[in-house]
């Protein structure tokens, strides 16, 4: 069974940064792509940055330029760091992990239970 445990969150004035971190965990499974998407209150999810356990790293526009992504893959874990902060960046941000347990031929799905970010103006 897959885990995903985040950390980090919570209330940012805008123009600042904070991190967030996501723990992934599972006996015999490949975490082929670790990233993050979030979603706010009467908006559907917006993805943000993902990237692959060879380092490719692909980033929605919206945060193209203030968002990193980095992936430390001996701990199996993903970071977003996110500067110059605005309100709109107010969401629950959600990790995910795109997994293969050794043998099978797919790919599932996993999502981290989300911690919110809050941007004050």
């Known amino acids: 069974q897959v885990q995903l445990v985040e950390s980090g969150g919570g209330l940012v004035q805008a123009g600042g940064s904070t991190i967030l971190s996501c723990a992934a965990s599972?006996?015999?499974?490949?975490?082929?792509?670790l990233g993050w998407y979030r979603q706010a209150p009467g908006k559907q999810r917006d993805g943000v940055p993902t990237?692959?356990?060879?380092?490719?790293?692909s980033y929605a526009d919206s945060v193209k330029g203030r968002f990193t992504i980095s992936r430390d893959n001996a701990k199996n874990t993903v970071y977003l760091q996110m500067n110059s902060l605005k309100p709109e960046d107010t969401a629950v941000y959600y990790c995910?992990?795109?997994?293969?347990?050794?043998?099978?031929?797919?790919?599932?799905?996993?999502w981290g239970q989300g911690t919110q970010v809050t941007v004050s103006s």
């Open positions: 995910y992990t795109r997994a293969r347990r050794e043998y099978d031929y797919y790919d599932y799905v996993y």
């Open positions: 990237q692959s356990s060879g380092g490719s790293s």
């Open positions: 599972g006996s015999g499974f490949s975490f082929n792509l």
